[in-house]
């Protein structure tokens, strides 16, 4: 089955760098995805990885996957207070439209 | 500029009484979706269309309906919202980034209150 789990809260000091975990079940997972949420808002997508890829770096993004242990991770470094918000997991399926998210971690920045 | 629009942003209904939830795009995506999401939990599908095929999920329930008239809109009815309806509902559509990747775009959401 899909299922896709990640840490609840993360809390970093502004400056340091942040790493959000994420672990998923289903092996045929072919995009897996991190998405950000602001309060109220709806969720924008940061970035993505193919499966065929152990990492992907973007500006102060890095995202790394382990196929192997199936975890996901993104690293945000120099983190700013505008980087407070819910960082959602996501995985999808090759030619399947259905993408299922992790419950989100809610990462909080602390002078 | 906005390119999936939900409206309204933010709704009030009384327990029982129905409501429709709007969702527009600009994309001229085949793909569109509703998710619910309650605080702190993950967005859930409740269905998608693809085109005008209409895919429920196995556990949304019969209370929430769906119309697609055409590529730019689709709504989601709520037939008898109850108390544990009150949610935040997403829309989104689904097109290709440029590596061929799947990306869904969302709205800013509607938040739904039930008295």
């Known amino acids: 089955g899909e299922d896709v789990e990640q840490s609840l809260f993360l809390s970093v000091r502004e400056g340091d760098s942040s790493v959000i975990n994420c672990t998923y079940t289903?092996?045929?997972?072919?995009?897996l995805y991190w998405y950000k949420q602001e309060p109220g808002a709806g969720l924008q997508l940061l970035t993505y990885?193919?499966?065929?890829?152990d990492m992907k770096q973007d500006q102060r993004l890095t995202v790394l996957l382990n196929k192997k242990d199936k975890h996901l991770s993104l690293r945000i470094a120099d983190t700013q207070t505008g980087d407070s918000a819910i960082y959602f997991c996501?995985?999808?399926?090759?030619?399947?439209?259905?993408?299922?998210f992790g419950s989100g971690t809610r990462l909080s920045i602390r002078p | 500029d906005a390119m999936v629009i939900q409206n309204p942003r933010y709704q009030v209904t009384q327990f029982g009484k129905p409501v429709t939830l709007s969702c527009s795009q600009t994309?001229?995506?085949?793909?569109m979706y509703w998710y619910q999401q309650k605080s702190s939990q993950a967005p859930k599908l409740l269905f998608h269309?693809?085109?005008?095929?209409?895919?429920n999920e196995a556990d949304t329930p019969d209370n929430f309906q769906s119309r697609r008239p055409n590529t730019s809109f689709c709504f989601l009815d709520i037939r008898s919202p109850g108390l544990g309806d009150a949610a935040m509902y997403l829309c989104?559509?689904?097109?290709?980034?440029?590596?061929?990747?799947?990306?869904?775009?969302f709205g800013a959401g509607s938040r739904l209150t039930v008295l």
């Open positions: 996501a995985e999808s399926m090759y030619s399947a439209s259905k993408i299922i």
């Open positions: 269309y693809y085109d005008k095929d209409f895919n």
């Open positions: 289903d092996s045929s997972s072919t995009y």
């Open positions: 990885i193919f499966s065929n890829m």
């Open positions: 994309l001229n995506h085949n793909v």
């Open positions: 989104a559509t689904l097109g290709q980034a440029g590596s061929g990747a799947n990306v869904l775009t």
